[in-house]
């Protein structure tokens, strides 16, 4: 079992940054690909970013692609995600998600993961 508790969000300009954490219970946070999503109000909840658990390799969705760094910290139990030139369009709940442990390859559909934080708001103003 996995528990994730995501921090960092806020109110930005745009243009503006914002980093994202999400902090995980467990031995095993080593061992979980963990991947961010979003969801803004009226819209489906869509894929981010995803980091594998075993090669750290990185994979984004392309409208934040170039702008959005995803990384982890294994011994702290954190993953983060950085945000920059954030854009009016990236206000959303943002969501870490881990996939079940040693689950090999980038995963970029909801029904991939399985253990869910309670999501981070972020506000990109005009």
């Known amino acids: 079992q996995v528990q994730l508790v995501e921090s960092g969000g806020g109110l930005v300009q745009a243009g503006g940054s914002l980093r994202l954490s999400c902090a995980a219970s467990?031995?095993?946070?080593?061992?979980?690909?963990m991947g961010w999503f979003r969801q803004a109000p009226g819209k489906e909840r869509e894929f981010v970013a995803a980091?594998?658990?075993?090669?750290?390799?990185?994979y984004y969705a392309p409208n934040v692609k170039g702008r959005f760094t995803n990384s982890r910290d294994n011994a702290k139990n954190t993953v983060y995600l950085q945000m920059n030139s954030l854009k009016p369009e990236d206000t959303a709940l943002y969501y870490c998600?881990?996939?079940?442990?040693?689950?090999?390859?980038?995963?970029?559909?909801?029904?991939?993961?399985?253990?869910w934080g309670q999501g981070t708001q972020d506000t990109v103003s005009s």
């Open positions: 467990g031995r095993t946070f080593s061992g979980h690909t």
């Open positions: 980091i594998n658990w075993n090669d750290a390799n990185t």
């Open positions: 998600a881990a996939r079940r442990l040693g689950l090999r390859g980038i995963a970029t559909m909801v029904t991939e993961y399985d253990y």
